[in-house]
């Protein structure tokens, strides 16, 4: 191990780089998320790009000190476009052993690594599974280690306070991000006023974390401790108003946003389950715009709700992850019965059953395709990145309301916690979303009569004299009787399969996100896997390599022109999913194509790196 | 809603016309009648009634009355009820279940509904048994009961209905029968007042798969002795020309005894908005042999309805907060790129 | 019209045929089940064999007269092997008009049609939908028409009995059969001693109804209204002992059949749902064949008492239709999680929601593969035929216990319903189930430590001491410890689907149930089309055709071989599926192979005609 | 079962050696240490042990007994551990839940195996908040309450978890705290000598969501006037040297008044084996601060077990019907071909 000691005299060297990917890492209790959320918005507002992997375990606060305990929180700030959290950190701030034992595999070589030392004692190094301190050892050997004792210092600067002992060590987090944002050149300005307006009803607090923030960033420029101070520039992001926004934050929004376009309320019925819990959360701060909350009993009774309500004329929205999913299948065979809105946002998590529930995947896409009895077919769509969330959320809202439909959108915990900047948009930028509700009897035909472009049925609110009508999962005729005639079973079973094959055409064909028709490789994916496939395509390409990518954001029905792409690329079409291959069964299916698939089921996302080795393999052996 | 003056409705003005497929005989029938002609009398328009129900013989309701209707999933009226409710508070949202579909799996969302006081009315044709699947034992069933299911008897004791509506903390329940056409119509009337949820149960026969169920109770001999009718503010007598009557011994054990004329300081006297629920409990399992059947409103109290704090909340948030949509998509901290 | 007049003088001519077809159709409370029941059992007895379609409506007693209310019965006897109940019927027995109108397209050009001309009242005529008497005008041309006063006739024939009015009408049934029995040369006794057994309690309703029976019988001899008497001889059936069966009844069966022969308690956790509530009824009496009950609240509870009842050592099973499969979905992931034996039985129906729940489907298929969330593998079988039920029920727990996991087993309504003779199994042929319990601690290396061969976990009944164990939803590792660990969670996600995916190696390859592998056609099937598929590639290979038929009874994992079958005949298969191509999706994802399907979505089985016309008009293209 | 002698265990022999990870301070850990305590102190062997959970911080009891045991899904520990039960009726079966977990989505299994009285032995812990999903109000929060989900406060009332279970038919209810290692203990024990269900609502203090929700019961001076103990034949004392006391009124209302030396003939004397559920009833929802909250057994009644009941029925069977399974293969009427 080489322990850096403080650089002697002058000022310390400024360096510019393209972007930094830094990981924080500490007990479930040290306000790793938190740290790391500043970390990323102070970068955002720097102007940088910026993606961000939250990383918690399962449990509220486990055992201090602990391997399970350990909370991570990865993050890539640039000068350049940035769509992952990147591969592996520049920086490591380790809090304790545990953290250091469980990340410091994700620490580049040579790169930096901050500990605090005050929780390198014996009774830490043993619940990490040490015999010895790392900080002792060679194990360290070829990074630039860097031991502060955090904990001490911090309690130092809180001397004249009058906070409890617990209450300023739980302020060590400034600490180390004020020493990061010395080292990475960020201001603090930002923080501080994020401080004011958190703890506006506590002053002592924010002004403890404040004093803590300052001293570690004064730690670091007065002790000299780094050899180089780094800079990120602004990076060439499109012009515009921009925020930093998680998938969960952007889902919410997303439901004012439909509210004001559509003039209908949207009515959110949900039961908490982790990664989906905070759309509830967020979205029960909008009742100003039209967004009502109702946390039910449990994942049926919150999407009956919804659907009651879209019955009643709001936009029933339900929002869960793939054990919610699962209860929910035989209310969704319902709404495809009664042909109504409703709008079905799961937030994917490692599975089966309980899974590695604080985890990403992307395990439940055969469940929203399939999980109902009898045939049930419903529109899905997948978000891409945090900030597509926002859109695939309005996507699917409209697509909800004019095919008279069931939507399901597929998010995941990658997305749902990870944060980017995001371009705000203009509301009058946004399209309206047209809503039209039958009122005259004259010229009511039968609840389940189609429109001649949609094949969606007419949509009339509970309230309006003369349409009075039932609706309900026995068979229907199309006035609306219940019928059990063969033929009209047959004829309605195939007229709800031909509305969702005919949102086809009201969705962006198939095109390609990089490279050309001609390539040697295109990649293909769906949902969060799109940045780390784009960044991998655009690196390949940049080695001059022949590889295109795809992304789809709608599984079914599937985009037209996809079937000839895929088989203009049969056998030299690499598909990687955070599963056992269910996108790829899917479109060997309907397109009779070869396509190799890239699977990983570890609870974690894609490294560009384990992309683009297989892309390089799959061009090897074509070639 | 419409703000023309309502019209003037008969009993046939809520029949949707649709051919009625219940068992000839089946007490539903009666119901049917007596929720037309309560509704017609009601003074609502029509189409601002909504009816959902879950699957089972009972919970074809909807497709009988000429109003908007649900024909749900099994179990699971009062969530689609509750969407409904929420999202439309000026609708008259009335949910009709069996005692299978209300209390065998859709037992959760039936106390769900009375704990948060959600202004839906909701009856339950209870007949004992589960009539649409032919014939199995339901959790209302009498222990030993020999069904399709259960060839040797069913070995669970039956839920009270009533008593699960007042241990989830309802407001407003109450019993009548289908043969008694006037008093159903009473109870319907009088759970249409009540703000909040109003549960009823209706002792109904299914004449093919428990035929007879309630024959204690409706028959016109028998009801003499096992019938108590609650007013408010009366005596609990029965039997013969009132000549019972029930009172309560002071270790708060009830007992039927002979009419006094009223002299005994125990006697139970109705008083269906007691705020403490413990004799509308008491009453709501008292039953033949030992006792008679209470018929009429157990409790009625006032409490604030969920619809009506769930809007006063959204109402709340937009006098006291901006409505602005491009701030809120801003949030607090935005940063421009040029 | 030709109304028939009784036949003059001398006995009536008999005439041998190879195969009856009857249907029998009323209102819901004619006893036409009952009657067709006796016809079936009847006709099996006298050694014939058989096929039945029970129709009935989803109401209990829709109203009397109407169409919807009307209830139906088709059986197909035969002296030759009989796999369907028959296209289009010889005689109709029609009880009231709506009986007629609904049924009339069944019968044969030239077939006999008996109608009880009591009911053929104005009232009930309207109720129909007639607006004059179809005994009166033209429609019924070309039939051989028999109006006889049934409902007088039998009200005479019970004259000198105490019954009420309304308890005599409900004889009638019997008059009808007796005339059938007359008609069709069958025995009285079986009917007559099932009477004495029925009504054992109520002598004066079996002598009643045995009078009305005799009564039709003699009604038909002395009358002479009928020109010919058939005769079906024996059927040249495997020897054997014989027994006629419905699917569910071979279910209940097989699940004694299973305690047997492993010699666990067998736990049905059950909600009761139409088709499959019948399950739970037979079950219900084989308490002192080791089959214990259970009517749970609802289908999850039903489930979780299944899986609960496994992990205590028994064999949980849970019968259910879609709307139950849908619910249990969650539970389900559970039971993948423990990885403990569980037999999952889901009797399909018409779809989607509550759809046509007293018709037949296959569309469940999708929903039993993929309808949990997260990688969550199970095997999937469906069985073929009524009497089929019964093996595969066995093969489904033989294959739970012995790889320790859910397993799910697909029937639908045409075969639970459906009776055929069913050769009855000598106990003693029986294969045995072996159940092996881990008790010793010292061998005991961790919950998930797998079988080599099988990849199984060890099974141990709480009460053992010393190998106090904890399992659940969470990812474990192999000692049974919760895990975190990407890797581990990856290695677990591969385990338990190689430990499915292995099963192949235990269950028979694919081979062709009738043909040649050089056919030209071959028609693949699974489920309950086996009968109408087999019986199309006999007749059409009669016909000199060359096609071949092969049935999957296993669905996942797919058996051996299939694959190189398909890929010899890619582009000449038909899929014959009561949906709308669910396996056709899975076999051309799986083997790249192009299938045609045929599709029919109407709550009504495949009739050989349709199947044969589309094996025609495929053989003629590809010619 | 085994038939050696039951060994003496200790409290460690209980723990599974799993590292525990609640948060430091979480309420659970001392209902583990008490269940721990009591289990060695029970004699039944560890092997006979079986405990059953849902989903939540509550429901990773399992886990750390060093028992036999299942963490299920959520809200359906009841069926699993009602399949147990059913299977091996010799199995101690315990079903560990919160208030999440066993009232929100599992509130019907929950009713159910109350109703069927299945000898399961359920403790509820109630923190009034959904722990592990971070702080979401829960169907116990008082309302009002601002949590994660609930900005502006939460608007539906509490359940009372005694009054749920009584209304659904419990046969023993009893209500504890974490904090109340020794009353624990001995409700703990108590239930397991009762035949038959058994629901103990044990409070909780989540310190990290919802700190303090039970201060007003567990702390050292609030508990004096908050609490009222229920001992069997004990008049309701409660305050400082026992200075208070409950009372029924007439009309069945309760009352808190200064205690009397028992004069008082209206003063209630807790009798938990009444088989009339009112009175348990009328303890289960008094609370703070118009009452003190009655901590101990509110009913224990005997009645037969479940479980009891469906052996009961195929030992019947298995004595009065044949077990031939050739018999029972080939069915009333056969035929046979040559
Ligand atoms: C999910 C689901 N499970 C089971 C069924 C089958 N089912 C339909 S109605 C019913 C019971 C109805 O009983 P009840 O509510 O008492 O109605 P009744 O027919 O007696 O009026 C059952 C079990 C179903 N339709 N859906
Ligand atoms: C089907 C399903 N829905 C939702 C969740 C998410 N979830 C896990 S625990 C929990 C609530 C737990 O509350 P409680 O039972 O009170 O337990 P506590 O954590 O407070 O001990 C929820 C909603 C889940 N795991 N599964
Ligand atoms: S089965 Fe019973 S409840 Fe159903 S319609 Fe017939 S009589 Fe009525
Ligand atoms: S979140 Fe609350 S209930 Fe859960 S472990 Fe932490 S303190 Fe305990
Ligand atoms: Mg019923
Ligand atoms: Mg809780």
Redesign the interface.
Same mark, same amino acid.
């Given at each position: 191990m080489t322990s850096q000691s403080p650089s002697q005299g002058g000022t310390t060297p400024r360096q510019r780089v393209e972007a930094a990917i830094i990981r924080l890492a500490g007990d479930s209790g040290d306000g790793i998320q938190l740290t790391g959320s500043r970390m990323s918005e102070t970068s955002a507002l720097a102007g940088n790009d910026v993606a961000t992997l939250p990383d918690y375990p399962a449990e509220i606060r486990a055992p201090a000190g602990t391997l399970p305990g350990v909370s991570g929180f990865q993050l890539q700030f640039a000068s350049k476009s940035v769509l992952t959290p990147g591969d592996q950190a520049d920086a490591l701030v380790a809090f304790n052993p545990a953290a250091l034992r469980v990340n410091l595999s994700g620490l580049k070589q040579g790169g930096i690594l901050i500990v605090n030392s005050d929780a390198f004692d014996a009774n830490n190094l043993r619940k990490a599974g040490y015999d010895h301190s790392p900080l002792e050892g060679h194990e360290l050997e070829g990074f630039r280690v860097y031991p502060v004792g955090i904990t001490s210092i911090t309690r130092q600067a809180l001397e004249q306070t009058d906070l409890s002992l617990r209450a300023k060590d739980r302020c060590k987090n400034f600490f180390a991000l004020g020493m990061l944002y010395w080292l990475y050149s960020r201001p603090l300005e930002p923080t501080l006023e994020w401080l004011r307006r958190k703890f506006a009803s506590q002053p002592e607090l924010a002004e403890a974390n404040e004093k803590v923030l300052r001293a570690g960033y004064n730690y670091a420029e007065t002790a000299r401790i780094f050899q180089t101070v780094y800079e990120v520039a602004h990076a060439p992001l499109p012009a515009g108003l921009y925020r930093s926004l998680d998938g969960n934050e952007a889902i919410a929004l997303a439901l004012a946003a439909v509210a004001h376009q559509s003039g209908l309320q949207v009515f959110l019925g949900s039961y908490p389950i982790t990664p989906a819990s905070t759309v509830l959360h967020r979205a029960g701060r909008l009742k100003a715009h039209g967004v009502a909350t109702f946390q039910a009993e449990d994942e049926i009774a919150a999407v009956g709700a919804a659907l009651g309500a879209s019955f009643a004329g709001a936009l029933g929205v339900t929002s869960t992850s793939g054990p919610g999913l699962a209860l929910k299948g035989e209310m969704l065979g319902l709404a495809v019965m009664m042909e109504l809105p409703l709008l079905v946002i799961c937030v994917q998590r490692g599975g089966p059953s309980t899974g590695l529930p604080t985890k990403t995947e992307q395990a439940d896409l055969d469940i929203a395709l399939h999980g109902r009895h009898g045939e049930c077919p419903m529109p899905v769509l997948a978000a891409a990145s945090p900030g597509d969330c926002f859109h695939m959320v309005f996507e699917a809202a409209r697509l909800a309301i004019r095919h008279m439909t069931p939507v399901i959108l597929l998010s995941d915990g990658y997305i749902a916690n990870g944060a980017e900047p995001f371009r705000v948009p203009a509301p009058e930028d946004l399209p309206p979303i047209p809503v039209h509700f039958h009122t005259d009897p004259e010229t009511f035909r039968g609840a389940y009569v189609r429109d001649a472009a949609t094949g969606a049925r007419p949509w009339v609110r509970p309230g309006t004299p003369g349409l009075e009508h039932r609706v309900g999962g026995l068979e229907k005729d199309a006035q609306g009787a219940v019928s059990y005639d063969p033929e009209n079973h047959e004829q309605m079973v195939r007229a709800r399969a031909a509305k969702i094959e005919g949102i086809e055409s009201d969705i962006p064909p198939a095109s390609l996100e990089e490279g050309e028709a001609e390539d040697d490789l295109l990649i293909v994916g769906w949902g969060s896997t799109w940045g780390a496939i784009t960044q991998a395509t655009r690196e390949l390409r940049q080695q001059g390599l022949k590889v295109s990518s795809l992304h789809l954001r709608y599984l079914q029905p599937l985009p037209g022109g996809l079937g000839e792409i895929l088989e203009q690329h049969s056998g030299r079409i690499l598909l990687p999913e955070l599963n056992r291959g269910q996108l790829r069964e899917v479109l060997s299916a309907r397109y009779g194509v070869t396509i190799e698939g890239l699977q990983k089921v570890q609870g974690q996302p894609f490294r560009v790196s384990e992309i683009k080795a297989r892309a390089r393999k799959m061009l090897e052996e074509t070639r | 809603?419409?703000s023309d003056p309502v019209p003037t409705y008969k009993k046939k003005d809520f029949s949707?016309g649709?051919?009625?497929? +219940?068992?000839?005989g089946c007490g539903d029938y009666s119901i049917l009648n007596a929720v037309q002609t309560a509704f017609a009398a009601m003074g609502v328009?029509?189409?601002?009634f909504?009816i959902?129900s879950g %699957?089972g013989?009972s919970s074809?309701f909807? @497709?009988y009355?000429?109003?908007?209707? %649900? /024909?749900?999933? *099994?179990?699971?009226a009062?969530?689609? !009820?509750?969407?409904?409710?929420?999202?439309?508070p000026?609708?008259d949202v009335w949910v009709v279940t069996g005692d299978g579909d209300g209390l065998? %799996? #859709?037992?959760?969302?039936l106390? /769900?509904a009375m704990?948060?006081?959600v202004g839906l009315k909701i009856l339950m044709f209870n007949n004992r048994i @589960?009539?649409?699947?032919?014939g199995? @034992?339901s959790?209302t069933s009498e222990q030993g009961k020999v069904t399709?299911?259960?060839?040797?008897? =069913?070995?669970?004791?039956?839920?009270?209905p009533l =008593?699960?509506?007042?241990? !989830?903390?309802a407001t407003f329940v109450a019993r009548t029968a289908d043969r008694f056409g006037k008093h159903l119509q009473e109870m319907i009337r009088r759970a249409a007042c009540h703000r909040g949820a109003a549960f009823i149960e209706v002792l109904q026969n299914c004449n093919?798969?428990n035929n007879g169920a309630w024959g204690q109770i409706t028959g016109k001999q028998e009801r003499i002795d096992n019938v108590v009718y609650l007013e408010q503010g009366q005596p609990l007598r029965f039997g013969e020309e009132g000549r019972r009557a029930l009172i309560?011994e002071?270790?708060?054990?009830?007992r039927a005894v002979e009419w006094n004329d009223g002299g005994d300081?125990r006697l139970i006297v109705h008083?269906e908005t007691?705020p403490?629920? =413990?004799?509308a409990?008491?009453l709501s399992?008292l039953a033949p042999p030992e006792f008679p059947l209470p018929l009429g409103v157990l409790r009625d109290v006032p !409490?604030p309805a969920?619809e009506d704090? *769930?809007h006063e909340?959204?109402r709340?948030?937009?006098q =006291?907060?901006?409505?602005d949509?491009?701030e809120?998509? !801003? #949030?607090?901290?935005? +940063?421009?790129?040029?």
């Open positions: - | 809603m419409s949707s649709l051919e009625v497929r +219940w068992c000839p328009p029509r189409e601002n909504v959902v %699957i013989c074809r909807p @497709y009355m000429d109003t908007y209707g %649900i /024909h749900g999933v *099994h179990g699971r009062p969530t689609l !009820a509750t969407g409904i409710k929420l999202a439309r000026e609708l065998a %799996i #859709g037992g959760n969302h106390i /769900h704990r948060r006081n @589960y009539g649409l699947t032919k199995q @034992y959790p399709a299911s259960t060839p040797l008897g =069913s070995i669970d004791p039956p839920f009270q =008593s699960v509506a007042l241990g !989830a903390g093919i798969f309560l002071e270790c708060g054990q009830p300081p008083d007691r403490e629920p =413990s004799m409990f008491l399992h !409490a969920f704090l *769930h909340q959204i709340r948030a937009e =006291s907060e901006s409505n949509l491009a809120l998509l !801003a #949030g607090p901290s935005t +940063w421009t790129i040029e």
